[in-house]
C-alpha cells in the first residue's frame, strides 16, 4: 500500500492489534490522527506511520534511551 493510502477505522485497528472500540476513543481523545468523511472516520497510512514512530520515541525517552 502507499503512504498516501486511506484506511478505515476496522483496518487501523487491525493494523495496530487494538479493538476498534479502543481505537474510536484513542481518535476521539485526539491520541491518535483521523478524520471524519460524513460520520465516518478515516486515517492517512502515512499518519499512522509517523504516530507509531512518534510513540516509540516517547518510550525511548521514557525508558531514558538516548
Do not use: H
Not at 483496518?11 to 474510536?24: F, G, N, P, Q, S
Not at 497510512?45 to 516517547?58: P, S, T, V
Request: proline share 3%; glycine share 6%.
Amino acid at each position: 500500500m502507499a503512504d498516501n493510502d486511506i484506511l478505515t477505522i476496522k483496518e487501523v485497528a487491525d493494523y495496530l492489534k487494538l479493538t476498534e472500540r479502543t481505537l474510536y476513543r484513542l481518535v476521539q481523545e485526539g491520541k491518535i490522527p483521523g478524520f471524519k468523511v460524513g460520520s465516518s472516520w478515516r486515517f492517512k497510512r502515512a499518519d499512522i506511520e509517523d504516530w507509531i514512530e512518534l510513540q516509540k520515541e516517547q518510550v525511548k525517552k521514557a525508558e531514558g534511551e538516548p
